[in-house]
């Protein structure tokens, strides 16, 4: 394949997706512009946004060699190791070996992983994060951060319920969800849908 042609696939690619738009349309780690292949795409960034070990994210950000030919994969991960990652979504289909996938990404000093249906879409975590993305740009004011996390600081962990009261400057739904997505308190997000019930705690920082 020519460098011309090589060049033009992962174009095609990104002008292919840049008019649609799969829910939910928050996030709080990508970087750059929000580019998805597939709701099943979509719903890989929901887990990366509440992924602790993730610092950052990027959509379709480059390509890596296989050895003649080139792969776009839908996602670059920063960890907060400081490892990278190229992740691909439960829809993808592998045209090549896994280990040529895994060399490819090696010679740009990152790993590579296609992740199976069962990792994303099994239990809660989807469920939670898809709720919670709905509020991602919503900023929280001074106040109710600081009335929340006093709370916590004497009591250790409260009931969601409980904490919804800390909330006089904000709509307190948008404003629980913002602190949990931003990583000022931490929720139980796999053991069941988020609920009146669940224990809230602060993130020592």
Request: glycine share 8%; aromatic share 6%; charged share 25%.
């Amino acid at each position: 394949m020519g460098i011309a042609k090589q060049a033009a696939t992962p174009r095609a690619a990104r002008n292919s997706v840049s008019i649609r738009t799969y829910p939910p349309t928050g996030t709080v780690k990508c970087d750059g512009v929000k580019l998805f292949r597939s709701q099943s795409a979509r719903d890989v960034g929901c887990i990366l946004d509440v992924n602790p070990s993730v610092t950052a994210w990027r959509c379709m950000p480059q390509t890596f060699d296989l050895g003649g030919a080139v792969h776009l994969p839908d996602f670059q991960v920063f960890e907060e190791d400081g490892g990278t990652m190229f992740i691909d979504a439960p829809d993808r289909a592998r045209s090549v070996d896994a280990a040529l996938m895994e060399a490819g990404a090696a010679r740009l000093d990152a790993g590579y992983r296609l992740l199976s249906r069962g990792e994303l879409y099994d239990g809660f975590r989807l469920l939670n994060a898809r709720d919670l993305l709905r509020y991602a740009g919503h900023v929280i004011p001074l106040g109710d951060r600081l009335r929340l996390l006093a709370a916590l600081d004497e009591h250790g962990s409260l009931p969601l319920a409980e904490c919804l009261k800390a909330f006089q400057e904000t709509k307190p739904v948008p404003g629980i969800a913002a602190l949990i997505l931003h990583g000022y308190v931490e929720v139980d997000l796999d053991d069941a849908p988020l609920g009146p019930e669940t224990a809230v705690r602060r993130i020592s920082r």
